[in-house]
């Protein structure tokens, strides 16, 4: 249920509703916007009267979210939800591009990759040093290590760091170090690893399961919203379908679709999502055309030798180019890219 307050309610009118929506068992997501407040009354509201709101003084109108995603949902926060990422906003008019290696694998390489990136344009770093690799006898990444170097590379170029989160045991460590928490594909539904994130303040970026729909990556993004994380951005990262001429299937649909039911940023990555780096190109282009927020794709300075997704990797010259198209794309849709601050030489950034 949402309660929608009045533009002149008093702070004390918006507190005695707040006091009210405890008192009827409910949980309070507020939502303060520019003209008025919305009084999120989340959980098992299905059964309590709308009318023992409606008759608050300061209440406009009260009405029920019918989406099963309720704070994820648009008809609870119907402007996009926009918020700033070390230089820049996600989710507004700039359109974000995280770029990297599908792993950190030495200093010298996400450095080297990080410096070519943000050259060609990027706003953000990728790079995993969690890797979930199918066979337990694959590259596992280079872990701690792997995000010291990670930092360092943020401390040369000043981009903000995006790097997977695998399980609970590791969030610590991660939320001291990252600038974005991505949950991987075949994490979208750890719920126990969800609700942890959802009680750290840390950026989200969280993809789409294989074979998740997008009701169910909308019900995983309110696991973290429940907690308190506002700062979450959906990924189409391509599903599985009966197609093997690439590696998943991108569902371009996802874009217009979520941004239709979720005020939530959302970042497609046609990496994962063609499997080919001859196609991620054609596929980026589209996801700005479509709507898209962001894009998240694999950089490598020698795809060949990649220890992983070598194969779906850009070189920084292909990469440069996608920048120059995807730019053009966006100007064309009223958006332009965002671009990052200076370098930073601090090491760590406390916990998030
Ligand atoms: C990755 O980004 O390298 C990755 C493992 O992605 P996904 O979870 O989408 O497979
Ligand atoms: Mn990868």
């Known amino acids: ?208 399961g294989f074979s998740a729909t997008i009701g169910e990556l909308l019900m995983s993004a309110e696991y973290i919203l429940a907690g308190g994380n506002k700062q979450v951005m959906l990924c189409e990262r391509g599903i599985r379908t009966y197609e093997t001429a690439t590696r998943n299937t991108t569902d371009i649909n996802a874009v217009p679709v979520l941004k239709n039911l979720t005020h939530l940023p959302v970042i497609l990555d046609p990496s994962h999502s063609t499997g080919h780096a001859d196609y991620v190109s054609a596929v980026a282009r589209a996801a700005i055309a479509a709507g898209a927020d962001g894009l998240i794709i694999e950089v490598h300075p020698d795809p060949a030798h990649a220890v992983s997704d070598g194969k779906q990797s850009l070189k920084p010259e292909k990469f440069a180019e996608l920048v120059k198209q995807v730019g053009q794309i966006a100007q064309v849709m009223g958006r332009n890219l965002a671009t990052t601050g200076v370098p930073s030489p601090v090491f760590g950034r406390g916990p998030g």
């Open 1 to 208: 249920m949402m309660i929608v307050m009045k533009p002149d309610a008093t702070p004390e009118q918006v507190g005695h509703v707040i006091e009210h929506v405890k008192a009827a068992g409910l949980i309070v997501h507020l939502s303060q916007g520019v003209e008025t407040t919305i009084i999120g009354a989340i959980g098992e509201a299905h059964n309590i009267p709308a009318d023992i709101f409606e008759g608050l003084d300061g209440v406009d109108v009260v009405k029920r979210i019918t989406q099963p995603f309720k704070l994820a949902s648009r008809q609870f926060h119907p402007e996009n939800s926009v918020f700033p990422l070390d230089g820049f906003t996600v989710g507004g008019r700039e359109i974000a591009i995280i770029a990297g290696p599908c792993s950190v694998e030495s200093r010298s390489q996400i450095i080297e990759t990080a410096q070519a990136v943000k050259e060609a344009g990027a706003s953000a770093l990728r790079g995993g040093v969690f890797k979930p690799r199918t066979s337990p006898y694959s590259f596992q990444g280079l872990g701690e290590e792997g995000l010291e170097y990670l930092v360092d590379a943020r401390a040369e170029t000043g981009l903000p760091i995006v790097a997977e989160i695998m399980s609970q045991t590791q969030l610590d460590l991660m939320i001291e170090h990252v600038d974005v928490l991505q949950v991987g594909a075949r994490n979208m539904q750890n719920f126990n690893l969800l609700r942890a994130i959802g009680e750290t303040q840390t950026a989200v970026l969280l993809k789409r």
